[in-house]
């Protein structure tokens, strides 16, 4: 939690703990008690997404936008958002060519191969070739999981979601293309971070029945006919 401070020296401060758990202080000296209010509460509400993997409100980002360069500063060094020049400087890359780029430079199995190529037409086909990797948010990626979910099998003649291991497996590798671009400085943060990629595996009981009940009809006659073949079962009289 972030809280103002009025001082001796009528200097208003905010103090707060970052993400990163470090106790941080701004410093005002013409700063109103509002005005102060207003940077706490938005300092609360950046640190609070930034721990929780989550991208700002859009009023915080148009806040943030249009901060002086001075207090935006001190919140760069504060860890509380991104440094304007580096952010104006980044290389711009769309997901058709860089996710292209991540594949060639794989030395992977063919195999894995035609799983990247396959997992980066599903992207391209629901964000589109020309997509900016910085504008994917976490949720535009929760929306591509749905997607997946629901209409993502677009090869059957009526359109239906695709199996569930089936959309771990391609989150997985979005995971891949955007951790890549993370790493090489692109974007800031993997807008999948959040999404499920671990592949369930079905249990071997579950098998073994399922095999079973398959086969009980045949179980059942065999069964009969064998009691039948050793006089298990009585003649029936002629009551019946």
Not at 48 to 54: A, S, V
Not at 163 to 192: C, E, G, H
Request: aromatic share 8%.
């Amino acid at each position: 939690m972030a809280q103002v401070v009025s001082t001796d020296s009528e200097t208003i401060e905010v103090r707060f703990m970052n993400a990163k758990g470090e106790n941080c202080c701004l410093c005002f000296d013409n700063a109103s008690q509002r005005d102060a209010k207003t940077i706490q509460e938005k300092i609360e509400h950046i640190v609070n997404r930034q721990i929780n993997n989550i991208e700002v409100d859009s009023n915080v980002a148009q806040w943030l936008a249009e901060l002086p360069d001075t207090l935006h500063a001190e919140l760069v060094q504060h860890g509380l958002t991104a440094d304007r020049e580096a952010e104006e400087s980044r290389e711009t890359w769309t997901l058709g060519p860089w996710t292209e780029k991540y594949i060639s430079e794989r030395r992977v199995t063919d195999s894995t191969k035609r799983q990247l190529r396959s997992a980066a037409r599903t992207l391209c086909e629901f964000f589109g070739s020309d997509r900016e990797l910085n504008s994917v948010t976490i949720s535009d990626a929760a929306n591509y999981r749905i997607w997946m979910e629901t209409e993502g099998n677009q090869q059957s003649q009526h359109t239906r979601g695709l199996a569930k291991n089936t959309v771990r497996k391609k989150i997985s590798r979005a995971k891949q293309f955007f951790n890549s671009a993370v790493k090489q400085d692109l974007i800031t943060s993997n807008p999948f971070c959040n999404e499920i990629s671990t592949v369930t595996k079905p249990e071997r009981n579950n098998k073994i029945l399922c095999h079973l009940l398959k086969l009980a009809p045949y179980l059942l006659i065999g069964a009969l006919i064998a009691a039948k073949y050793f006089g298990l079962i009585p003649p029936l009289g002629d009551e019946f």
